[in-house]
């Protein structure tokens, strides 16, 4: 594979060249130079912060108390779970500004041209993401301004995807704000809640069913921080290569822990007092009025912030595969797919299809994680910097890490558990979905026994051969 499958004129452009240079970045999936990085690792706090702070969390909260948890039992699952999946991404975050650039086109090291696979899949993720996202954006601004639920969404999507055309600066810039403006709305939303609504402390289930709802909720609660993980050094690409990697790995996990954690809680709290009514119940529990429509303001802006980061990766997804578009129109072919399957979520049953949607796009995230960790631990890359270029360029064959993801995504099977599907496992275990946990083991043990037995699996190989061939008496 040679350097043009990341640097075609088409994968480069223009690129911020300090912190609050805001104008459109048409830049790529290209590596981004040492001259264009900027700012500090703090930025990665904001930036995980708010998008994750929004009704779909708290959404994914109510699900727990449906599951027949109490708010002790279901809060430890939920934390476990976040937590669980939040370290992956974090670890990945501190992969930007070592090598500048995006997490699809590393997985490039070691699935070669056999990226077009998880490059696809990740693709369609963003899309669903945005679907999960401005579902509720677009039921808040529906009800604020009492337009018809479709024209609402698009609205949203409109604003989404102009963030998301403008690019990272703009995106980290936005998130900024809306840390501020998110942190305070459920400061008092989460008063309202505790003061004017009683929390079901005690579970509905037992035995076998408790430990199956606890392991399916801490899933869900995993799902939704691991699904960060094929987007991490998105965000992190332009920081300087001198970037302190604990200080990046702590400031991702704190964004994606605090963020997650406080809205899930909020939603397991409110239990069925929400259930498919989120955004009005939230407007209801707030007491209505200006309250209430301040609070579907921060809610359909939440969705807009959210999803730009959501079209940003899409798009970077796109160009990953090959196709030769410039990133920002990526951008709106993402955010276009996105409005049928909001108003597909919309049309009813949504409990059922969230669920559904939230677990099964995200199943494969732990298998890709699997194969990029172990590929990125063997070329152990200690220097400040990683040259990208030079390491596409080594000879590699990218079958071993296909195998070793097919091999995880297929070894999850057995441990699902969704309303399409349950695998015997998961009914063995009352369902328990365990899925993410075996996909992210399986894959990365076949890749790491692949890639030590098969010759041309790893790059060091052909880096050795270089330097004996450099050394002989006949060069």
Known sequence: ????????????????????????????????????????????LTVFFAPNLTMTAVFSGTLGAGLGLGFGTGLVALLAGTVLGAIP????????????????PLARLPFRRGVVLPGL???????????????????????????PFWLAVAVVLLLQCAVGI????????????MTAVIGVFFVVLTAKLLTGHTIAVHNTVSGGELMGAFLLFSTIALSLSISWASYASDFSRYLPSTTSRPRAFVYTLLGLTLSFAWGEALGLAAGQTLTDQTTAGISTLLGGGLLGNIALLVIALTAVSS?????????????????????PVS????????????LWMHSGNLSSKFEDVLLVIGYWVPPFVGV??????????????????????????????????LVGCAAAVPFMNTSVFTGPVASALHGADLAYYVGLVASAIVYAILRKVVPSAGGWQARVSEKVTAGSPAS
């Not at 899949?121 to 337009?147: P, R, T, Y």
């Not at 072919?333 to 399957?341: D, E, N, S």
């Not at 079958?399 to 070793?404: G, I, Q, R």
């Open 1 to 44: 594979m040679d350097r043009t499958s990341l640097t075609a004129e088409v994968f480069g452009g223009r690129m911020p060249a300090r912190a609050g240079d805001l104008a459109i970045e048409t830049h790529g999936i290209t590596p981004v130079p040492a001259a264009n990085r900027f700012g500090r690792p703090i930025r990665l």
């Open 89 to 104: 991404v974090a670890y990945l975050a501190t992969w930007g500004p070592k090598t500048g650039t995006a997490q699809l």
């Open 121 to 147: 899949v990740q693709w369609l993720n963003s899309i669903a993401w945005d679907a999960l996202v401005g579902l509720f954006g677009g039921e808040a601004l529906a009800k604020l301004v009492g337009m």
């Open 166 to 177: 403008l690019g990272y600066e703009v995106i980290h810039r936005v998130q900024a704000v």
């Open 307 to 327: 999803n730009a980061m959501n079209d940003y990766s899409g798009s970077l997804a796109l160009q990953t595969i090959g196709v030769r578009l410039r990133r």
């Open 331 to 342: 951008a709106v072919v993402v955010t276009v797919i996105a409005f049928g399957l909001i």
């Open 372 to 405: 990029v960790a172990i590929d990125w631990w063997a070329r152990r890359p200690r220097r400040r910097e990683f040259d990208v270029l030079a390491e596409v360029a080594t000879r590699q064959a990218g079958w071993p890490a296909l195998v070793a993801f």
